[in-house]
């Protein structure tokens, strides 16, 4: 039997995931399971580029892993772990840092922009960020990088590490692509509709967290910035109304052009209402196995352990070939 492609994505514990994050990367986690050897990480490592508060942090890098668990991430099928529980991540990312140029980084637009956010700290983890998720990629050989449509610049990144590595020592690393879902890629903010949806928006009704209760979810879509037309229909420049349509695509499966008939004489109270219920609906059944599975301390800590014991067998692997290539002596 061939072995399966493998799979690698993560998501920073910087808050409860939202919708965006769902449906751009975590729906897809849950769906790949069986067709590939997955493997998902919590990566607390690269949260750090912007200050955290410690207790916080903690908190949420248990609940976020708890939220994979709950979404349907199995542990028996999947290597579900914590970044930092592997040394190998760190390791690999400084000899890649010196396979990678500092204009190519300098080229990276979420460095600019978190730049442009946190003035008062440009640290070097947030402009070499890119390489620590390349690290996580070529680690485990991934063929495939489940994620938004955010993420395509670091992955191409990742893909140029690899390629100047491979061309200088041989077929080493795999070439990872990225994964991207036909909708909810690029979810938009509900009060800004040409922003994307994030985790750190100081605006609460901007974003649906995926923990929201149903009235919470209802009223934010409710809210959400719209325009003065009353069609429900997909066009230029109606950015509020394309971005509840594509919402509501991915969370029913329904065409857009379903949607618009649906909807055909009715006014946008209507609409949101439908994209509201639809979302909570869908959200339902995650809200209440994360309930469940949050409870269980011992559970999660064993899942916790036995990923981190497969993440680090499979990457050791590619370190020490790395090793070797680049001539440092072995004991
Ligand atoms: P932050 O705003 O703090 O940078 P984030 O919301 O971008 O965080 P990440 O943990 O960086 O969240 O991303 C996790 C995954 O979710 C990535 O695969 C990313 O591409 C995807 N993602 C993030 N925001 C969106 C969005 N608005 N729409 C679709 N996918 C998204
Ligand atoms: N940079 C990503 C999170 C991330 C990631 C990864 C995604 C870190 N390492 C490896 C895919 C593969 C983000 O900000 N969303």
Known sequence: MEAKKRIFSGIQPTNTPHLGNYLGALAN????????????????????TVRQDPVKLKKQINESYALLLAMGVDPDKSTVFIQSHNCNHAELSWILSCYTQFGELSRMTQFKDKSAKHPENINAGLFTYPVLMAADILAYQADLVPVGID???????????????NQIYGDVFTMPDAYIPK??????????????????????????????????????????????????AYREGKDG????????????DKTF?????????????????????ATADRLAPMQSEFA??????????????KGAEKAFKTTRKTIQKVYKKVGFLTL
């Not at 109304?241 to 029913?252: D, H, K």
């Not at 052009?257 to 219920?277: N, P, Q, R, S």
């Not at 469940?292 to 352990?305: F, G």
Request: proline residues 2%; aromatic residues 8%.
């Open 29 to 48: 986690w849950v769906k790949l399971q069986d067709e590939y050897d997955c493997t998902y990480s919590i990566v607390d490592l690269h949260s750090i």
């Open 151 to 165: 993420q395509k610049q670091h992955l191409e990144l990742a893909r140029n590490i690899a390629q100047r590595f």
């Open 292 to 305: 469940r599975i949050i409870a269980d301390k011992a559970y999660i800590q064993e899942c916790m352990k």
């Open 257 to 277: 052009e379903e949607i618009e008939k649906e909807f055909a004489g009715k006014g946008y109270g209507d609409f949101k209402l439908a994209v509201g219920e």
């Open 183 to 232: 909708t909810g890629a690029k979810v938009m903010s509900l009060q800004d509709p040409t922003k994307k949806m994030s985790k750190s928006d100081e605006n609460p009704n901007a974003s649906i967290s995926v923990l929201d209760d149903r009235d919470t979810i209802i009223r934010k879509f409710k809210r959400a910035v719209t325009d003065s037309d009353t069609e429900v």
């Open 241 to 252: 109304i394309n971005n509840l349509m594509s919402i509501y695509s991915a969370v029913t």
